[in-house]
């Protein structure tokens, strides 16, 4: 898939709804989200300072959640592709976020630590 303007660090598979999705981050700051199908590049998210280091689909919710070097997470709504909130434990950079499905529970890797 082309769209990024630097190196993809990340990407996620949705499989839930009425057609698959891909989500990717990278080190051009942007969350892309991707028509698995089609290849087509639906969005694209620009809410960090620094690279996207990782990326992860919580469906149930239905939400992304995109964590970066800037030391943030985005929390993105999957129906308006806005925003939802911004994240900051003061646990330095965001290295992993994985979801467990049907527990509405998150889980952040920092340089520092981790929160669920």
Same mark, same amino acid.
């Given at each position: 898939?082309?769209?990024?303007? &630097?190196?993809?660090?990340?990407? #996620?598979?949705?499989?839930?709804? @009425?057609? !698959?999705?891909?989500? $990717?981050?990278? #080190? #051009?700051? &942007?969350?892309?989200?991707? @028509?698995?199908?089609?290849?087509?590049?639906?969005?694209? +998210?620009?809410?960090? $300072?620094?690279?996207?280091?990782?990326? $992860?689909?919580? !469906? #149930?919710? !239905?939400? *992304? *959640?995109?964590?970066?070097? /800037? %030391?943030?997470?985005?929390?993105?709504?999957?129906?308006?592709?806005? +925003?939802?909130?911004?994240?900051?434990? /003061? +646990?330095?950079?965001?290295?992993?976020?994985?979801?467990? !499905?049907?527990? %509405?529970?998150?889980?952040?890797?920092? @340089?520092?630590?981790? *929160?669920?």
């Amino acid at each position: 898939l082309e769209g990024h303007e &630097a190196g993809v660090n990340c990407v #996620d598979y949705y499989h839930g709804g @009425d057609k !698959p999705y891909l989500v $990717s981050g990278g #080190d #051009d700051m &942007a969350v892309k989200v991707w @028509d698995y199908q089609t290849k087509a590049c639906l969005q694209t +998210l620009s809410f960090h $300072s620094g690279n996207i280091s990782c990326v $992860s689909f919580v !469906p #149930d919710l !239905p939400l *992304i *959640i995109a964590g970066s070097e /800037d %030391n943030t997470c985005s929390v993105i709504s999957m129906q308006t592709w806005r +925003l939802e909130t911004t994240l900051n434990y /003061d +646990l330095e950079r965001v290295w992993s976020v994985n979801s467990k !499905p049907k527990l %509405n529970r998150v889980a952040i890797g920092f @340089d520092n630590g981790m *929160i669920v």
